[in-house]
């Protein structure tokens, strides 16, 4: 299987009804959430982090840190 194959495909009118305004812009439009409003800048619970596009594991919350640029990392 490529590459291309493995890519999730919908249209700008799905992803909008999948996502919120906020993920669309992110995800979707190359945006960024201003440093420091996120919503998991404070948030230190235990698990995955997946992504809110196509549910893919991005990270383990144990490897999370303060970068000190406003975005977790």
């Given at each position: 299987?490529s590459?291309?194959?493995?890519?999730?495909?919908?249209?700008a009118?799905?992803?909008?009804?999948?996502?919120?305004?906020?993920?669309?812009?992110?995800?979707?439009?190359?945006?960024?959430?201003?440093?420091?409003?996120?919503?998991?800048?404070?948030?230190?619970?235990?698990?995955?982090?997946?992504?809110?596009?196509?549910?893919?594991?991005?990270?383990?919350?144990?490897?999370?840190?303060?970068?000190?640029?406003?975005?977790?990392?």
């Amino acid at each position: 299987m490529s590459a291309d194959d493995s890519k999730v495909r919908k249209s700008a009118a799905e992803w909008q009804e999948q996502l919120t305004p906020e993920q669309f812009y992110v995800l979707r439009q190359s945006g960024t959430e201003r440093p420091g409003t996120g919503p998991h800048l404070n948030n230190y619970e235990h698990g995955r982090y997946d992504c809110a596009g196509c549910g893919q594991p991005l990270f383990l919350s144990d490897t999370k840190f303060d970068a000190g640029c406003g975005w977790p990392s």
